[in-house]
């Protein structure tokens, strides 16, 4: 299952890196929100493995989940795996330099069942897909227009 996001918005490709790439504020936001965050290695090592193991609760069941960066190419590209009970999935920022001043992110969500209870899962996911999508949409709208510090661009 994939989702897939675009938005363009009037902020340097440089800046909006930045704040894609700015992962201990994303920690301590996840933190506030109730999630364990657990980083493993240096912030400074983004090319050789910095990754989280995360714990959380959803719909009364704690997951766990592994994110590691396996690829960090600045600033047009974070590739983020993560590894879960049941579900791998992979999170893809792609950034395009549209002029000096707009950048376009694109970002996508692949999900892919290791096991039974994942598939299952998945295939509850299919059944509100439309939903799940427009939110996807709208939270990468509204993280854009945070992190630039100015509306997003239709």
């Known amino acids: 299952m994939q989702f897939v996001a675009k938005e363009d918005t009037n902020t340097p490709i440089n800046e909006l890196f930045a704040a894609m790439s700015d992962f201990e504020s994303f920690e301590r936001s996840a933190i506030r929100r109730g999630v364990n965050v657990q980083r493993i290695g240096a912030l400074e090592d983004l090319q050789n493995g910095l990754g989280w193991d995360v714990s959380f609760d959803l719909r009364g069941v704690k ?15 974070i590739k983020i795996d993560a590894e879960g009970t049941g579900l791998v999935g992979e999170l893809i920022i792609e950034l395009i330099a549209l002029s000096p001043k707009r950048t376009r992110l694109t970002m996508t969500t692949v999900l892919k069942p290791r096991t039974l209870a994942g598939r299952v899962l998945l295939q509850s996911l299919k059944l509100a897909r439309s939903k799940i999508a427009r939110n996807y949409r709208k939270r990468v709208r509204d993280f854009v227009e945070i992190a630039a510090g100015r509306p997003a661009v239709s």
């Open 63 to 77: 997951r766990d989940v592994k994110l590691k960066i396996s690829e960090y190419s600045g600033p047009t590209l």
